[in-house]
């Protein structure tokens, strides 16, 4: 029942921002945390960042701390992530996830997205 559906990214140079949203459909994972987490070629999917659905608190991952943002919208039901000073060593694919199985940051989630590719070119 559940859906997540990233859009957003792009091919972009380095310095440059972009804005990924995820929207949610189904009711399963509506009071749950969302995450974002990125996978480059040859790496494993690590966490990017989290944000409670109705607490608003947020977690990032030191590696985009101070140049990314998540913000959530409880009424359209979307999860967005503001990248600024975007970095080659960015590129990857960014993917939506809910309903975390483990810890916040580990990549254990009930559901995910289908990714959205970001590039980030130097």
């Known amino acids: 029942q559940v859906q997540l559906v990233e859009s957003g990214g792009g091919l972009v140079q380095a310095g440059d921002s972009l804005r990924l949203s995820c929207a949610a459909s189904?009711?399963?994972?509506?009071?749950?945390?969302m995450a974002w987490f990125r996978q480059a070629p040859g790496k494993e999917r690590d966490f990017v960042s989290a944000?409670?659905?109705?607490?608003?608190?947020?977690d990032y991952a030191d590696s985009v701390k101070g140049r990314f943002m998540i913000t959530r919208d409880n009424v359209k039901n979307t999860v967005s992530l503001q990248m600024n000073s975007l970095k080659p060593e960015d590129t990857a694919v960014y993917y939506c996830a809910a309903g975390p199985l483990g810890g916040a940051r580990s990549a254990r989630y009930a559901a995910w997205g289908q990714g959205t590719q970001v590039t980030v070119a130097s």
């Open positions: 189904g009711r399963t994972f509506s009071r749950s945390l």
């Open positions: 944000i409670s659905w109705f607490a608003g608190s947020a």
